[in-house]
């Protein structure tokens, strides 16, 4: 059973700017200095598929300048290079904003969307939440192990056409808000990347053909009223792995969400 959430606290401009110097150098740190073997090679084309997916570019959202969105799509352009191709060997760890780098003018990023305190607004580098999302979901199909992964704490929108269980995500924020994965196999796995007209299109290959099959579920899922006046909304990730006969050999469970909603839910579906 899910306890209340606390009303959420608004901190101080000067408290977040000092919180993010702090967080920032210590993952500076961690980099240089953290006994971790970070992932950056290319390898030639891998093979064999283990996983691929594909999520739409636009997307018709409530209140949002369809230019952001527009300009997401500049920023992914300039960001997908840099991890497209990037192979993990055993033992390695995938870093995205180590291989990404720090998103600015200089580089050609644009202001996309930025979510934020449970609002979005503007920012240089806005919208590559979308290829974190997409790697993240990529990854939870494969033996690779995620070390590091957020969410937001605030559910901005409403589900539109979802295809996916709510909180299957990885937020980004440059740099401590990084997705990590570990490849604890024996083989190499490839990130392939393509940006179409209208979908980032995402895949994990290896020199090894693939021997599991993996079905990423929710459970728990629950949408309920906080004695604060609010709504909060939760749910636990799972999967199943099969063998290649379909036979089961796990049901695993992968990470719980909680949320804040920033919008009235229907009090009709019956999740409440």
């Not at 290649?244 to 992968?254: A, K, S």
Request: charged share 20%.
């Amino acid at each position: 059973m899910h306890k209340m959430t606390p009303k959420p606290i608004k901190r101080g401009l000067l408290r977040l700017k000092l919180g993010q110097i702090y967080f920032s150098s210590k993952r500076w740190l961690y980099w240089v200095f953290g006994d971790i073997k970070f992932a950056h090679r290319r390898a030639e084309d891998l093979l064999y598929e283990h996983f691929t997916h594909a999520t739409p570019l636009l997307r018709n959202l409530k209140d949002v300048d369809m230019e952001l969105q527009y300009n997401k799509i500049t920023n992914l352009k300039i960001a997908v290079p840099k991890v497209h191709m990037v192979t993990i060997y055993p033992g390695e760890v995938f870093s995205y904003w180590r291989l990404i780098g720090v998103p600015t003018i200089r580089k050609g990023y644009l202001k996309g969307m930025v979510l934020k305190n449970g609002t979005f607004s503007p920012g240089v580098g806005g919208g590559l939440c979308q290829l974190s999302n997409l790697i993240y979901w990529l990854s939870l199909h494969t033996p690779l192990t995620v070390i590091e992964r957020h969410r937001h704490g605030y559910d901005v929108f409403p589900d539109s056409d979802r295809t996916q269980p709510f909180g299957s995500g990885a937020t980004c924020f440059y740099n401590y808000g990084d997705l990590m994965i570990r490849n604890n196999t024996n083989q190499g796995f490839q990130l392939v990347l393509e940006i179409t007209d209208t979908h980032l299109k995402g895949a994990w290959m290896s020199d090894v053909p693939p021997s599991r099959i993996y079905d990423v579920y929710e459970k728990e899922h629950i949408i309920k009223p906080e004695f604060w006046g609010g709504y909060t909304r939760h749910n636990t990730i799972f999967r199943k792995v099969f063998d290649l006969d379909n036979i089961l050999l796990d049901d695993e469970f992968v990470v719980e969400n909680h949320a804040i909603m920033m919008y009235e839910p229907l009090l009709s579906d019956g999740k409440i």
